[in-house]
């Protein structure tokens, strides 16, 4: 099975940016969906932007215009280049495949993003 861990999050400002990186253990070049999700307090988890084997990509409203996703393939990695920053972005984000489990991924632990002033 593949295993995916996030890193990169962090305290950051209305307005400022953070890169989250999604790490597998395994090859990711079979897998056509992968996506970030996250889970704000309170709230259901949500999928927030999804990119597919050749490049293709969908993101929320909510964050269209601001986040930008992409993978390699080579390096079994999916980013999250997050721009623009605002509170309601506050959330544990996850990586997944899309739908979620896939090969076998299950969730992991998540990093942690805040967005405060």
């Known amino acids: 099975q593949v295993h995916l861990a996030e890193s990169g999050g962090g305290l950051v400002q209305p307005g400022g940016s953070l890169r989250l990186s999604c790490a597998a253990s395994?090859?990711?070049?079979?897998?056509?969906?992968m996506g970030w999700y996250r889970q704000a307090p309170g709230k259901q988890r949500e999928l927030v932007a999804s990119i597919t084997r050749n490049g293709m990509t969908n993101y929320a409203d909510s964050v269209k215009g601001r986040f930008t996703i992409s993978r390699d393939n080579a390096k079994n990695t999916v980013i999250l280049q997050m721009n623009s920053l605002k509170l309601e972005d506050t959330a544990v984000y996850y990586c997944?495949?899309?739908?979620?489990?896939?090969?076998?991924?299950?969730w992991g632990k998540g990093t942690l993003v805040t967005v405060s002033s």
């Open positions: 997944n495949t899309i739908p979620p489990g896939i090969r076998g991924v299950s």
């Open positions: 395994g090859s990711i070049f079979s897998i056509n969906g």
